[in-house]
Nanobody, 113 residues
Framework: QVQLVESGGGFVQPGGSLRLSCLVSGRDFSEDTMGWYRRAPDDGRDFVAMISGFGITTYSDRVKGRFTTSRDNSKNTVFLQMNRLNPDDTGVYYC???????WGQGIEVTVSS
C-alpha cells in the first residue's frame, strides 16, 4: 500500500521559515513527479510547486523565489522549503504523487504574528 505522510508544519511568524517533508512508502518513487498544493477557499487544491523525477522544478508565481522543492530519493522523501513566509501562506499543504494520483493527508501551516 502506497502512502504519503507530510510533516514539518506548524506555527511561524511572518518572515520566518518552515520545511515540509513528504515521506513516500510502499513504492519506488524515484521516477515519479511529486507536487505540493495548498487547500483553496473552495476546498480545491491550489498548485504550489512540483519536482519531476529528473529534478526539474516548477513553482506558482505566488511562491517563486521564496519556496524551494527538492527530493532525496535515498530517503523516499520530497521537501518544500518555505522562506519569507507571510500570512497569505497560511493553509493546509498537501503533497501528491502525480504519477499515481495519490495525496497525502495534509499538514497545517499558520503564519501569524
Amino acid at each position: 500500500q502506497v502512502q504519503l505522510v507530510e510533516s514539518g508544519g506548524g506555527f511561524v511568524q511572518p518572515g520566518g521559515s518552515l520545511r515540509l517533508s513528504c515521506l513516500v512508502s510502499g513504492r519506488d518513487f524515484s521516477e515519479d513527479t511529486m507536487g505540493w498544493y495548498r487547500r483553496a477557499p473552495d476546498d480545491g487544491r491550489d498548485f504550489v510547486a512540483m519536482i519531476s523525477g529528473f529534478g526539474i522544478t516548477t513553482y506558482s508565481d505566488r511562491v517563486k523565489g521564496r519556496f524551494t522543492t527538492s527530493r532525496d530519493n535515498s530517503k523516499n522523501t520530497v521537501f518544500l522549503q518555505m522562506n519569507r513566509l507571510n500570512p497569505d501562506d497560511t493553509g493546509v499543504y498537501y503533497c501528491k504523487n502525480v504519477a499515481i494520483g495519490l495525496w497525502g493527508q495534509g499538514i497545517e501551516v499558520t503564519v501569524s504574528s
